[in-house]
């Protein structure tokens, strides 16, 4: 009987004990928990620490901490998760950020929205926020700069206070302090960039010497690789542009302005340029030995025929220089000064022939008409040309005209003399006959 009363009191009292503590952890599940944490002055709402010092001084809402001295001295940051050792651990009154690794985000203090993934990911973040690092160390000197996202080992390592960053590779943007607005992609991309801005690269290495360059687009592994302080160059292509240290540059084709040292150059395909090192030259062509298209982009002149023209050295001022002749079922000119119908005019003054005798007898070539000598040094002015030969053709036919009023002239006079020596031939014979007849006595 005795044994039948214990075993029902035991089970009452073990009911009781239980739904106690049920209502006790539920009681204590609607504010914060904390498991083996060590010291821990937990405070706030809804906030979870599992870990020796996790959540320390917390008195913000809705964190969690999971990890040694994770969360150790946030004071009002709210909507935090810290994951790891020493995880966001002197996070202070920034919110909804997010460190999950050893000691990632390690120093956040103020600033809120940030996400760090990885070993010591956006360390030294104090002021700095909307940053997104994932990777060991990435982000590691971070301490003002925001809205920066960076994928990758070491990614933006050295960023300070830069902004606005795109890093997705491992060493890409490793040494960026303040630059802003950059965007790379690729193994070392843009990994000495100290305070470049606006630059955007793709590929291995792309653009990896530059340092305070503004505004280059680049790709292509290697691409522009040795620009250092360059602005607003565009290259796509392996090897492109890859010792190009100017500005203002397009190379677009594997290995294209390779060796280019200046500004202003255009190179478009596979080792177009390959050995320029000048300022505002334009290559089209292939395996840097065959180029089809030359031009100096300050004259404004083109060269065609010369497969090779590193060096070349344009002559006259002539727009258009072409070497081994053309080939065309057509050509049609548009001269550019007055055509030669002005030789017509009422009042066009026409040499005298005897003026223009002189004239060639001393320079061997009619006026208006380049000398051979002139032709041999500088080449001839199609058009213009065209139209002196016109004038000469219409100075001629003036000519042939006063010839031919001359003629008529004279061909009246000579009808004229006909009629009057036929006219004295009659009266000359009417005489004779007169004095041949006899005389009556």
């Known amino acids: 009987m005795e044994k039948r009363l214990f075993v029902k009191f035991s089970i009452i009292f073990l009911s009781t004990s239980i739904t106690c503590l049920l209502t006790v952890a539920n009681l204590f599940a609607q504010t914060n928990s904390s498991y083996s944490a060590n010291t821990n002055s937990i405070g706030g709402t809804n906030s979870a620490g599992f870990g020796v010092g996790a959540l320390n001084s917390n008195s913000g809402a809705n964190n969690t901490a999971h990890g040694y001295q994770a969360l150790h001295t946030n004071a ?8 790891g050792y020493q995880a966001q651990f002197s996070c202070g009154s920034g919110s ?11 120093n956040n203090s103020y600033k809120s929205g940030n996400t760090a993934i990885g070993y010591q990911a956006l360390y030294y973040n104090f002021d700095g926020g909307g940053n997104t690092a994932i990777g060991n160390q990435a982000l590691y000197s ?14 933006g390592y050295a960023n300070t206070s830069g902004s606005a960053n795109t890093a997705i590779g491992a060493g890409s943007l490793t040494s960026n302090t303040t630059g802003r607005y950059n965007t790379c992609v690729g193994y070392s991309a843009l990994s000495s960039n100290t305070t470049g801005r606006q630059n955007t690269t793709s590929g291995e290495n792309s653009l990896a010497g530059n340092t305070t360059g503004w505004g280059n687009t680049v790709s292509g592994a290697f691409s522009l690789n ?3 302080a360059g602005d607003y160059n565009t290259s796509f292509g392996y090897y492109a542009g890859l010792n190009s240290l100017g500005s203002r540059n397009v190379f677009i084709g594997n290995e294209a302005g390779l060796n280019s040292l200046g500004n202003d150059n255009i190179c478009l395909g ?16 292939i395996d840097s030995n065959k180029t089809i298209l030359y031009g100096d982009l300050f004259t404004g002149q083109i060269l065609l025929g ?10 006259g001022n002539r727009t258009l220089n072409v070497m081994g002749g053309f080939m065309t079922d057509s ?31 001393r320079y061997n070539h009619l ?62 014979s009417e005489l004779r006959n007169s004095n041949m007849r006899p005389v009556n006595r």
Do not use: C, M
């Not at 009002?76 to 994951?83: H, K």
């Not at 001269?335 to 007898?361: K, M």
């Open 331 to 361: 050509l049609r000119l548009a001269p550019s000064n007055s055509w030669a119908d002005y030789v017509f005019a009422p009042h066009y003054n026409l040499r005298p022939l005897s003026e223009l005798r002189g004239f060639i007898q």
């Open 76 to 83: 009002t940051g709210s909507s935090n998760t810290a994951i």
């Open 367 to 428: 006026p208006n008409i380049p000398s051979a000598k002139e032709v041999g040094e500088i080449g001839i002015n199609v058009g213009e040309l065209s139209s002196k030969l016109l004038e000469k053709i219409e100075e001629l036919t003036l000519y042939i005209l006063q010839q031919q009023e001359l003629v008529a002239n004279q061909n009246e006079q000579i009808d004229k003399l006909e009629k009057r020596f036929a006219l004295l031939q009659d009266q000359i």
């Open 142 to 155: 971070t301490n003002a700069g925001g809205s920066n996202t960076v994928i990758g080992n070491l990614s």
């Open 270 to 285: 596979n080792r177009a340029g390959y050995y320029e090192s000048g300022n505002g030259k334009l290559y089209v062509g």
């Open 96 to 106: 909804n950020n997010t460190a999950i690794g050893y000691q990632a985000q390690y």
């Open 226 to 228: 040795a620009n250092v």
């Open 306 to 315: 010369n497969k090779q023209p590193h060096g070349y050295t344009f002559s």
